[in-house]
């Protein structure tokens, strides 16, 4: 109700939800941790784990690349970034028959990156009104409505090599000086 009659009010006011919705994590966080110190949700999901798995299971090649100075993420994100990540990688085994799978992972002042590319066959782009996405299955709508939940946004590189973009905004604490 606010914002529609005082927007720098009612942005002040997001800032302070968003801030208390952040202190509320970390509290959660560590009453989980303490009911089970020995059980991480990092290692849950994990891209290095999942990538060891995906190339002992199937023979293919997998890289983890890391940019920037890597930073806790909320658990939404991590469970994003991890399904959506193991979403491209079984699409690219089963339909683009690829050797090789490559994630680049991007700590970004405002936003974490993801890529996850392929040297498999790069899917024929759809007729319509977005060709640039090609055919969408069930497994891309699915990556796209889990980033469009935590405020990303999904793309796709039709062109080789075939990569799924995920871009998720991050909200950390400014140091006040």
Known sequence: HTVPRDSARGMELLHQIRDQLGDSMEQLRSAVKQMSPHRRMADDYSLDRLLAETGKETGI??????????????????????????????????????????IFLHYGEDEVRMEVS???????????????????????SGMLERTKVVGGTLTVQQSAPFTVITRLPVYRKREIV
């Open 61 to 102: 090649e997998t890289d983890l690349e890391l940019q920037g100075m890597p930073y806790p993420l909320y658990p939404s994100q991590q469970v994003v970034l991890y399904k959506n990540a193991r979403e491209a990688i079984t699409n690219a085994l089963r339909h683009g028959g690829a050797t090789h799978v490559r």
């Open 118 to 140: 392929n040297n498999g066959k790069v899917p024929e782009p759809a007729d319509g009104p977005d060709p640039g996405q090609g055919k969408q299955g069930i497994g891309f």
